[in-house]
């Protein structure tokens, strides 16, 4: 097991940044800290503003299948899909060892898997890519290219990436977002935001046709060199797909807690 406090910042970052994330979306989400889970849910298309995950450190598994329980019946109250985020390092080793039994007799089915990172890499140099321009998201337009990247990249319909992020000033204003232009077009997107003294990163997509060519690095060092140049902030934090993972170390950043993602089966 890795470090527990390492573990227990990923699982805090997620909830500092997704209570301001959903309440700007609509200041009437569901923003609740109950025993052992926090709720993060907008109920809107974009399933990643539909979020819960579980809290509790070193959580045995007796403990660990009534959270899962709960969080699915949270869950099925809603009635818009989105995910239970597990960091499985906030487990005990029994409680990891019947994970896969726990969430199957909840009702739970996983969806894929994601990494928690971390690291005092700031400042980073503002970055050069021989094919990308970055401009900052300050308007709709952006804010719609941007929605639509991650979109293609999660395999969401467009409208739903848009639903969660279009028309949101927060996002224009107070979120270090960039886009990677080629020839005028955005081919990648990052965002940066501080959160409790970290700079947070979040939503990193490149276009699937220019995969595989540095788009998302230079992307995310441009959110990360505009946001520490802005606040002064040294340490950083991420929630990486599988897919994404082995873009971040080369950054600075270092794995921490295995994460699971969750949706309702059937």
Known sequence: MKDLADSTESMEQLATV????????DPGADVRDLP????????CRFAFWNCV?????KADAPLAERRLAQAADIMRAKRQPGFLWLFEDL????ARAALDDAADRAGLQLAFPGTGMAGDLLPVPDPVHPDLTF??????DQLTAYADLNSRAYGFDL??????????????????????LRDGVPVACAAAVAAEGRLFVAFVATDHAWQRRGYGEAVTRKALHEGARATGLTRATLHATEAGAPVYPRIGFRPNSPIRFYGLRG
């Open 135 to 140: 401009a900052r998201v300050r308007s709709d």
């Open 53 to 57: 995950t579980l809290t509790d450190v």
């Open 36 to 43: 052992g889970i926090a709720v993060r849910w907008v109920d």
């Open 91 to 94: 487990l005990d080793d029994g």
């Open 18 to 25: 997704w209570r301001a994330l959903v309440l700007d979306r």
């Open 159 to 180: 409208d739903d990436g848009r639903d969660g992020l279009v028309g949101s000033t927060l996002w224009k204003q107070d979120m270090h977002a960039y886009l990677g």
